[in-house]
């Protein structure tokens, strides 16, 4: 095989190689796929629903929507007209409501089945949640728990404040979650069955959110070690230039 191929071929399995790592950012939600939910005190009280498409971890998300308090109403709706491509959830005057979004692959129930994504690598994309919260009115607490099976769970309670008017990103490194009490051990993020975010509202409160992924420390483009890529990619394109260089011409002067 001539030189040249052979570094063209180097070339090719480098990039072949790095390019899942370039493309990094794991993706748990973009919202984009509609569903609305709605609860009031005349009924329904509580609502469920499941959706599956791109842009979902495991291709099905599961929404269950409660009812807390004893008058008003709430609804979430994601991918609707005042708010497309977001997760917006509204809780009514004088009401308290729970919203529960579940990644835990195609069961099509409120139930979460905790190894239902598969044993996901979630650190292959990063050590970190982000969540874009696009809107808020108050303070809210956003409960994530991460499944490795029904015994091995872990959870961290993000405290969103108040007044958030242009979008923002709240990062929760995986280090910061903390073994479920009623667990035997602590999730493996690099072996999780499913992933849920709970908004429990105990006060009205009307929330926007753009995004959830799984990012690294620099941002959602960070690239993992890019002096690596760079440097496997300037080696083969280097090698690709010898070969050229040498070429047909250079082999028939060695003969
Ligand atoms: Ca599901
Ligand atoms: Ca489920």
Not at 105 to 114: E, L
Request: with cysteine; glycine share 8%; proline share 7%.
């Amino acid at each position: 095989m001539a030189f040249r191929y052979k570094a063209c071929l180097f070339v090719v399995i480098a990039l072949a190689i790095c390019w899942p790592q370039v493309a990094s950012a794991q993706v748990i939600d973009t919202f984009d796929v509609a569903q609305t939910l709605n609860v009031q005190i005349s009924g329904p009280t509580s609502d469920f629903d499941f959706a599956s498409g791109g842009g979902i971890l495991g291709m099905e998300r599961d929404v269950e929507l409660t009812l807390n308090s004893t008058l008003g109403d709430a609804d979430i709706e994601i991918n609707g007209t005042p708010q497309p491509s977001r997760l917006a959830m509204d809780v009514g005057p004088s009401s308290m409501a729970t919203g529960k979004v579940t990644w835990d692959g195609i069961d099509m129930a409120p139930a979460v089945n905790t190894t239902g994504l598969g044993s996901q690598d979630l650190t292959l994309f990063g050590d970190r949640l982000a969540l874009e919260v696009a809107s808020n009115q108050l303070a809210q607490d956003v409960k994530f728990t991460v499944w490795s099976d029904a015994n091995n769970v872990s959870e961290f309670t993000l405290s969103l404040p108040a007044m958030i008017n242009t979008p923002q990103v709240f990062e929760v490194p995986f280090a910061n979650f903390a073994m479920v009490p009623t667990a035997t051990g602590p999730a493996d993020f690099s072996d999780v069955g499913a992933v849920q975010m709970e908004i429990d509202a105990l006060v009205p409160n009307d929330l926007a959110f753009d995004l959830l992924e799984i990012r690294r420390p620099n941002g959602p483009n960070a690239i993992p070690e890019p002096t690596t890529m760079v440097l496997l990619l300037l080696s083969g394109f280097g090698f690709a230039m010898f070969g050229w260089r040498r070429g047909p011409g250079g082999h028939q002067l060695a003969r």
